[in-house]
């Protein structure tokens, strides 16, 4: 019999698919950390956006009052927020 190392031993499989295993887990995590990162990175240069549009207001049933009538559903709108203006670049150096 050789003593050489047995590549397909149940033993060498069941550590490989421990150390795929970890492998994967690490990856999951870090991918969720950098995920997290960036979301912050974009909140604090964007502050006030959010993923949703500020225009559309919320869909709300009528809801009939007590005298058997409906009232129409209440829309809140929010007032336009400023916007900063960048600064205009010339190339070259000149400006006409």
Do not use: C
């Not at 993923?51 to 009528?62: E, G, I």
């Not at 129409?72 to 927020?81: E, L, N, Q």
């Amino acid at each position: 019999m050789s003593s050489a190392p047995r590549f397909n031993s149940p033993e060498t499989r069941g550590r490989a698919d421990a150390r795929l295993r970890r492998l994967t887990r690490a990856a999951a995590l870090l991918a969720t950390g950098a995920t997290v990162a960036i979301g912050v990175v974009v909140a604090k240069e964007h502050p006030g956006t959010s993923a949703t549009s500020p225009t559309v207001p919320a869909q709300n049933p009528s809801v009939p009052s007590a005298s058997g009538t409906t009232t129409p559903p209440r829309t809140t709108t929010s007032p336009p927020t400023p916007t900063r203006s960048l600064p205009v670049v010339t190339s070259g150096g000149t400006a006409r």
